[in-house]
């Protein structure tokens, strides 16, 4: 007798960025076939790195690319968290051995286009897996357990689940929850990627390092087989509107950091055709299913970059969203029920936590960075990894 298939038609995903390409492996690995519908003319990442957190890795795992994934990274020895006015160190926090023993995997910087085309790979190479470029969803219609994405051509695909993961101007959240255009933080970042022979020599560190000063901080850490550096700066200039991907010249950019320490300042300097973002995210909300439709990673809970982990929730909410169809054997309603309940708490955490971080640790100024500094500088690494057991330790299906 041959069981009966957790989903009895395609499950379709509306869009092929991390969130969504995982999700469909996900569903390959528990036998659901998926078309994968992305709006782009080609499945692609910007040319920018990525943290990633052990987290992340125990989604590969799960997934079954954990190996394709850790072949692309750069193994980080810490995460450093400097001062950007007095040019000295705030924190400093292993993640080697003992850190990769505890959480049971590492912490680790990818370029977004490597660890992309790992997925776009493994969903090619799945015979279960359908990737459409060209296909932009516009609506969905829905009638008992039948779903249907409807596309801005006019075509339409039915199946038996949508899932919304398509990012942060969701067309299915549009739907779903109506809640708007995206709240604008005032926050700009700006991006850059430069050979590692233009960054300055005593700043080569195999570190993902933060420089935190008022309104302001800069990231550098090395990528793909330390040929790059990448370089994110961000400014809390109160931006209006929203931006994505700007080019921005130098001259521009600088003025939001004058004001900090000669080294950190230098980092701005080596940087080339810098492009500037500003960001959004939302309010956590508790609506993220709507019969067969549900949604997953940023369309579902977008968040600012500052605990670097609106990738890494993406790719848990993959895993969680098909280990709970299998567990629920293919009682769909049950599963997306459970998915919602159980990534719920956990991601608004991310979402409330990153705004906390902006104001708290990276953008404080006087007595405020004052106080960050005396806080963080007596904690011990063993101190740190207790404050971040409740993220990095579980493994996504709630453990
Ligand atoms: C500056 C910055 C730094 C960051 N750093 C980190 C970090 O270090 N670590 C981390 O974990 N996260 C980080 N993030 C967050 C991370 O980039 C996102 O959370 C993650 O990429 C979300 O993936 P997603 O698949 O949900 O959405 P997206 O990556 O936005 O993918 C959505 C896909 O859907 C497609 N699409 C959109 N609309 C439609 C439609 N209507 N029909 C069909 N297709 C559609 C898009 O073209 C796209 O391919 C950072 C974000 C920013 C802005």
């Known amino acids: 007798m041959t069981s009966k298939p957790l989903l009895d038609r395609p499950a379709i995903v509306c869009g092929g960025g991390i969130g969504g390409l995982a999700t469909a492996l996900g569903l390959a690995q528990k036998g659901i076939r998926s078309t994968v519908l992305e709006q782009a003319s080609r499945f692609g990442e910007i040319g920018a790195g990525i943290q990633l957190g052990p987290n992340a890795f125990h989604a590969f795992d799960y997934l079954g690319f954990g190996?394709?994934?850790?072949?692309?990274?750069?193994?980080?020895?810490?995460l450093a968290l400097m001062d950007a006015i007095e040019d000295a160190p705030i924190a400093d926090i292993p993640v080697d051995e003992p850190f990769r023993t505890r959480f049971g995997n590492p912490y680790a910087v990818v370029h977004r286009a490597d660890l992309h085309g790992v997925l776009v790979k493994a969903c090619m190479d799945s015979p279960l897996i359908e990737m459409r470029t060209d296909a932009r969803v516009v609506a969905y219609d829905q009638k008992g357990d039948t779903v249907t994405a409807i596309l801005a051509d006019g075509s339409r695909i039915a199946g038996g689940l949508l899932i919304g993961a398509d990012g942060l101007r969701s067309a299915i959240r549009a739907q779903l929850?109506?809640?708007?255009?995206?709240?604008v933080s005032g926050h700009t970042t700006y991006r850059s990627v430069i050979p590692t022979e233009k960054m300055p020599e005593e700043l080569r560190w195999n570190a993902a390092t933060l420089w935190?000063?008022?309104?302001c901080h800069i990231v550098h850490y090395p990528l793909s087989g330390w040929k790059v550096f990448n370089l994110v700066a961000t400014c809390h200039d109160d931006a209006p509107e929203p931006v994505s991907g700007k080019p921005v010249s130098k001259q521009e950019m600088r003025k939001g950091f004058e004001h900090v320490a000669a080294r950190p300042l230098s980092i701005i300097d080596n940087g080339e055709d810098w492009r500037l973002w500003v960001l959004c995210d939302r309010e956590p909300c508790e609506t993220w299913v709507d019969g067969r439709v549900v949604l997953l990673g940023d369309a579902a809970h977008p968040t600012l970059q500052y605990m670097a982990q609106g990738a890494c929730m993406a790719l848990?909410?993959?895993v969680c969203l098909s280990h709970k169809l299998e567990s629920h054997d293919g009682d769909v309603d049950a599963a997306l029920e459970d998915y919602r309940l159980e990534r719920i708490p956990r991601t608004a955490r991310v979402q409330m936590g990153s705004r906390l971080m902006g104001d708290h640790i990276f953008h404080p100024s006087g007595a405020r960075a004052m106080l960050r500094n005396s806080i963080m500088r007596a904690k011990t690494a063993e101190d740190y990894y207790d404050d971040l057991q409740w993220l990095y330790g579980g493994t996504g299906l709630g453990g």
């Open 316 to 318: 848990e909410d993959a």
């Open 212 to 215: 935190a000063g008022p309104k």
């Open 177 to 183: 929850v109506g809640d708007g255009e995206p709240r």
């Open 67 to 78: 190996d394709a994934a850790r072949a692309q990274a750069v193994y980080i020895d810490r």
